[in-house]
């Protein structure tokens, strides 16, 4: 008991002290083993950011497939431009409409010059002097799949009449189509976000468990020199998180580095998804996920290897 | 003091679920500042008996008292209290491998709380005692057996502890190195320490002339004051 009120009375900060001075020595010299370690955890790090990455992707697109999913409603020449702002106020009003835009005549024949302006449609346009396009409404649903509705709206008794043609008949099974893939993919993205994110737990614990079981001998020797769970733990803890602070870093810097390289190609690639904005906006969050992965993996598997040698 | 009481243990082997005794009623006592030789033939219970008093090991019956308290009363998470207490000198040395020499002296003084400044100047007088003060930076693997076990020895007396228990500790070393370490053991008996040795070697029982308690099947069957090697 005398040992015990001397231990009780000892500066804790000092114990702390020898705790993170002890993890951070067996780091040191325990070269091979920090390096496996940590080796495994940046290959979760990198993981980690990895879907990270995918993700931003998979919302980047489904966003755009979705963004291009409108309805456009093409109005008879006689209809005017106030009775179709007026069915534009109306149509925003349904809960399902997300926006809708009026593209009068004029708009739509120079969005068609500027498209095709080297092709024949263009001066084919021009010869005939005259303006073929209606006017319309583009409207955008919250979901792809509620067009319907909004196709319904304008097939009304009083409404009909002005409406020269919705084109959902036409775009109805494409849009149902890429509202299934970006769905998919989405659910792809969270189910591969799961798996990976246990195959890289199971591995890295495993790794952890390996290093710590092969200082069972070391665990015992220290609590029949009379150490407490504490103390023989500790350092171990400390040894867990030091690996996992330098694997965070490294995967940090690295991730940087290759996203900020490979931006331009996949920018060209993919028609506008800027990885490195997204990276640079989403930075703090990086940074904590990178460094959360890396430490708390590094903690966590440690406590639970080290439970298993540890007595009472 | 150490008190045995009618102590039996029965192990239970995994295979069959088979009770072997390891040890049946025994009882002896120490008094502080006894040197005492536990002899016997390996499996006799030498080290079972050594482990009880580490609270390794709980009795199956009877009792361990460790200056007035029941061994089997203390929490497994509690036993440090009376590891701290004691020095333990093994025959594999069992040394902190990422530990230099100096480190793993000084660890002994670190698990009961002591300030590590004040430690140097104590840990580099035990290891000038043990005459191991030039290696105090090297690892383990860079010593010889005998260093090695002086090294534990050091670390088993630097927080002078009441009991020394050493098993079987000139096992793994050749005779000079034996004769070594036990003068070593005599001189820390002589200023007021408690040991405990364990031990089969004959020559080193019978130089000692000091207490030894024969066991032989888990049964003491000797116990004598000046003893000799018997069994």
């Not at chain 1, 246990?198 to 390996?210: D, P």
């Not at chain 2, 040395?93 to 009961?112: G, H, Q, S």
Request: charged fraction near 25%; aromatic fraction near 10%; glycine fraction near 6%.
């Amino acid at each position: 008991m005398k040992f015990q009120k001397k231990l009780f009375k000892s500066d804790m900060v000092s114990y702390i002290r020898k705790i993170i001075r002890g993890g951070w020595r067996n780091f040191k010299r325990q070269g091979f083993l920090s390096f496996a370690t940590a080796l495994i955890i940046f290959i979760a790090v990198m993981l980690g950011t990895l879907l990270f990455v995918f993700e931003n992707g998979v919302n980047y697109f489904s966003e755009k497939i979705r963004d291009k999913m409108d309805v456009s409603v093409y109005f008879k020449e006689s209809v005017n431009q106030e009775t179709i702002l007026d069915l534009k106020g109306q149509v925003e009003k349904l809960p399902e409409v997300k926006s809708a835009e009026y593209v009068s005549p004029e708009a739509a024949y120079e969005a068609f010059s500027k498209t095709h302006k080297d092709d024949t449609f263009s001066q084919s346009l021009q010869a005939i002097q005259v303006n073929p396009f209606l006017a319309s409404l583009k409207i955008q649903t919250t979901k792809p799949e509620q067009y319907k509705i909004v196709a319904s709206f304008f097939e009304k008794e009083e409404i009909a009449p002005y409406v020269r043609e919705v084109n959902d008949h036409k775009r109805g099974e494409v849009i149902e189509k890429f509202s299934k893939i970006a769905t998919d993919a989405e659910s792809i993205g969270l189910v591969s976000t799961i798996i990976l994110s246990i195959i890289a737990l199971i591995i890295t614990f495993n790794t952890v468990r390996l290093s710590i079981h092969s200082q069972r001998m070391e665990i015992e020797v220290m609590h029949l020199v009379g150490a407490r769970n504490s103390l023989v733990r500790g350092p171990f803890l400390i040894q867990g998180m030091i690996s996992g602070f330098f694997a965070s870093l490294i995967a940090f810097i690295l991730s940087a580095i290759v996203i900020f390289l490979a931006k331009d190609k996949i920018f060209a690639m993919t028609d506008g998804f800027d990885i490195w904005s997204i990276y640079m906006a989403n930075l703090s969050v990086v940074i904590l996920v990178q460094f959360g992965i890396g430490i708390g993996l590094g903690l966590v598997a440690s406590y639970i290897a080290t439970r298993k040698y540890l007595k009472g | 003091m150490i008190e045995f009481k009618q102590v039996s243990k029965d192990y239970v082997s995994n295979i069959g679920k088979e009770v072997k005794p390891a040890l049946r009623e025994v009882s002896f006592s120490v008094k502080d500042g006894e040197f005492i030789t536990l002899c016997g033939r390996s499996g006799a219970g030498k080290t079972t008996v050594l482990r009880m008093i580490a609270c390794e090991e709980k009795p199956t019956s009877g009792a361990v008292l460790f200056y007035g308290q029941n061994t089997i009363d203390i929490k497994e998470k509690d036993a440090y209290t009376i590891r701290q207490q004691l020095g333990f000198i093994f025959q594999d040395f069992k040394l902190l491998p990422y530990k230099t020499v100096f480190e793993n002296v000084a660890y002994a003084l670190e698990v009961i709380g002591q300030d590590t400044k004040k430690s140097k100047d104590e840990v580099m007088k035990v290891l000038d005692l043990v005459g191991l003060t030039k290696k105090a930076n090297r690892f383990p693997k860079e010593l010889s057996g005998g260093e090695q076990q002086r090294t534990s020895i050091a670390r088993a007396l630097i927080h002078r502890p009441r009991v020394i228990l050493a098993d079987e500790p000139t096992g793994n070393l050749d005779p000079y190195h034996s004769r070594d370490i036990m003068k070593v053991l005599m001189k820390i008996n002589e200023a007021g320490s408690t040991i405990i040795l364990s031990t089969h070697n004959k020559e080193i029982v019978n130089a000692i002339k000091k207490r030894v308690i024969t066991i032989d099947d888990g049964r003491i069957v000797r116990d004598e004051e000046n003893g000799m090697f018997f069994i």
